[in-house]
């Protein structure tokens, strides 16, 4: 869980269209090929999907820290979008979302998660591998924009600790 300074005042939100001027400046900080806000309004009304932000409680206001996508497949959690504003990383952020996923899919009764990851993506393979995923396969050429291949990662929900 969420061990450093930040995480005390962090609140696990749901996700609603008024975030999506925040949510959209960390989005482009952070991937080559942003979501659009269309598609965070699909993924917040579809069905199937979590939408959840890290709410970061500043003395004067509340700004978000990080959010988290995710969608529930029978009886997996299939992790689609994860990102944290750059000036709060390495604070436990993401850790804390990937808890809140795992704690949903708990609850929920799945038996496991998944995500895709670029296999350049050294900082997010080393947090996954932190949160229990282990690597289970490639998908070649995946990411179009960079002709990268995908790492897919799995997760049991029973055994995490
Ligand atoms: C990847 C990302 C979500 C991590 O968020 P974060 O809040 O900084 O991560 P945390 O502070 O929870 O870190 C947890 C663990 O991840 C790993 N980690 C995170 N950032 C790291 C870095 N820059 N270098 C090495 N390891 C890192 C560490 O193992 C860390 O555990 P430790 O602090 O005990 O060493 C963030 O860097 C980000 O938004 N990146 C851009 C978007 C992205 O790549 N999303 C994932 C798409 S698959």
């Not at 969420?2 to 939100?13: K, L, M, W």
């Not at 709410?55 to 529930?72: A, D, E, P």
């Not at 990383?89 to 998944?114: C, D, F, N, P, Y």
């Amino acid at each position: 869980m969420c061990s450093e300074n930040a995480c005390r005042q962090v609140i696990i939100d749901l996700m609603n269209n008024d975030d999506l001027p925040e949510i959209m400046a960390i989005e482009k900080e952070s991937f080559v090929s942003p979501w659009t806000p269309g598609m965070f309004i699909g993924e917040i009304e579809a069905r199937q999907s979590q939408c959840l932000t890290a709410k970061i409680n500043l003395s004067k206001k509340v700004i978000i820290g990080g959010y988290i996508v995710f969608w529930i497949v029978v009886d997996e959690a299939h992790l689609h979008n994860l990102a944290v504003k750059k000036e709060y990383r390495q604070q436990g952020l993401a850790r804390h979302l990937l808890e809140v996923m795992w704690e949903i899919s708990r609850q929920e009764g799945l038996k496991s998660q998944t995500l895709e990851v670029r296999e350049s993506n050294a900082e997010a393979i080393r947090l996954y591998q932190k949160c229990g995923f282990v690597v289970k396969g490639r998908r070649p050429l995946y990411y179009t924009d960079t002709r990268e291949d995908a790492i897919i990662m799995w997760a049991d929900v029973k055994s995490r600790v």
